[in-house]
């Protein structure tokens, strides 16, 4: 039994996804202007129609709030708060064709994105123009503050 135990235990803390594997790119600051946020579709520096993970913070009432855009296989984008609705606010990597979240390690299918509830990341509507993405501030600080007040069970990571 002795001998039983640690095999059993490295093998299930082996079995989960490294944090350090997982393409978690740095926020890029953007600002709103008459209370949008415009991200373009594509610059020299990036393209959101990659299908990677890509992360935009934006300053609202003195705190960075992180918030995420990635391409679905069905080629639509979601934009959604890098926090979810149970965990604390750790935000999300990617590997593979999942968003994994980074508290709980738990993959997300990218295809599932934009569905609130569960694991997945909270939900922000935008409207994806023909050069750029325009996110209403007022929303994203909506639904930061009910993440920081508790209203979803993560809240913020003490």
């Given at each position: 039994?002795?001998?039983?135990?640690?095999?059993?235990?490295?093998?299930?803390?082996?079995?989960?996804?490294?944090?350090?594997r997982l393409y978690n790119p740095a926020p890029k600051p953007v600002v709103s202007?008459?209370?949008?946020?415009?991200?373009?579709?594509?610059?020299?520096?990036?393209?959101?129609?990659?299908?990677k993970l890509h992360k935009f913070s934006i300053l609202i009432e003195g705190e960075n709030v992180v918030f995420l855009i990635i391409k679905r296989p069905d080629g639509k984008l979601s934009v959604c708060l890098d926090a979810?609705?149970?965990?604390?606010?750790v935000g999300y990597g990617q590997s593979?064709?999942?968003?994994v979240c980074i508290y709980c390690m738990?993959?997300?299918?990218?295809?599932?994105?934009?569905?609130?509830?569960?694991?997945n990341?909270?939900?922000?509507?935008a409207i994806v123009a023909e050069?750029?993405?325009v996110i209403d501030v007022n929303e994203i600080s909506r639904k930061w503050q009910d993440v920081k007040t508790g209203k979803t069970r993560g809240?913020?990571?003490?």
């Open positions: 039994v002795i001998l039983f135990v640690p095999v059993i235990l490295v093998s299930w803390y082996g079995s989960g996804e490294d944090v350090s202007d008459k209370c949008v946020v415009m991200v373009p579709l594509a610059d020299p520096a990036m393209d959101l129609l990659n299908g979810c609705e149970i965990c604390p606010t593979g064709g999942d968003l738990t993959p997300i299918p990218v295809e599932t994105l934009g569905k609130p509830g569960g694991c990341p909270i939900p922000l509507g050069k750029d993405i809240g913020l990571k003490e």
